[in-house]
């Protein structure tokens, strides 16, 4: 018998089971039966329904698993269209903006800051620290300024003092001139806070 076949099958015997039913003789199951009770015929019911959606996945157990994003790309037109900006900008924005270029949709994966981030830190550009609370972070080097990477200090809402790294028009030109290369070094683990 077909794996579908026997789904369907045991199915319907639940169903049967759930309404107090025989599957076997079709008849009415006694009441002193064990399988009569109403705890039971809901259990019988509710996996009934977990079998039938499993029949409608095609046998499938689970969720139909979504297609799979492309991986991110940008051609070299789409290159020449991200926004520069004459103020600094954070590593996060740059992204957005080359995402934005790049036409990233629902089929399509984003680039995230992760590998433009380890990239300049295996460049020497960044390195990481490690502040007295223990949070590691990613700090511009004396190199990071040739190139453009300047640091500046911010305050959050709660009037707390955080430094940023900041990339100048001339270090955001450095890695769009890059990321063909960056693209294809292997991602670093954990998240980097650049």
């Known amino acids: 018998m077909e794996e579908l076949q026997k789904l369907q099958r045991a199915r319907e015997?639940?169903?049967?089971?759930?309404?107090?039913i025989d599957p076997i003789s079709h008849e009415a199951l006694p009441q002193e039966n064990g399988?009569?009770?109403?705890?039971?015929?809901?259990?019988?019911a509710y996996v009934a329904g977990v079998l039938g959606q499993v029949i409608e996945n095609g046998g499938q157990v689970?969720?139909?698993?979504?297609e799979k994003k492309a991986p991110f790309s940008i051609s070299a037109q789409q290159l020449s269209q991200v926004e520069l900006s004459d103020t600094p900008?954070?590593?996060?924005?740059?992204?957005?903006r080359i995402n934005e270029a790049a036409g990233v949709d629902d089929t399509k994966k984003k680039l995230t800051h992760r590998p433009l981030a380890n990239w300049l830190l295996t460049k020497g550009f960044l390195q990481e620290v490690t502040d007295a609370q223990g949070h590691k972070s990613k700090v511009?080097?004396?190199?990071?300024?040739?190139?453009?990477?300047v640091r500046a200090q911010r305050q959050n809402p709660n009037g707390k003092s955080y430094w940023v790294n900041l990339y100048t028009r001339e270090a955001q030109q450095f890695l769009l001139d890059h990321l063909e290369q960056i693209l294809q070094e292997p991602a670093g683990d954990g998240e980097p806070s650049a």
Do not use: D, K, M, P
Not at 140 to 149: K, N, R, S, V
């Open 13 to 20: 015997y639940l169903q049967q089971l759930s309404q107090g």
């Open 35 to 44: 399988l009569t009770g109403q705890r039971l015929r809901n259990c019988f």
């Open 62 to 66: 689970g969720r139909q698993t979504r």
């Open 89 to 96: 900008v954070s590593l996060s924005v740059l992204v957005q």
């Open 140 to 149: 511009a080097t004396l190199q990071a300024g040739e190139i453009g990477i």
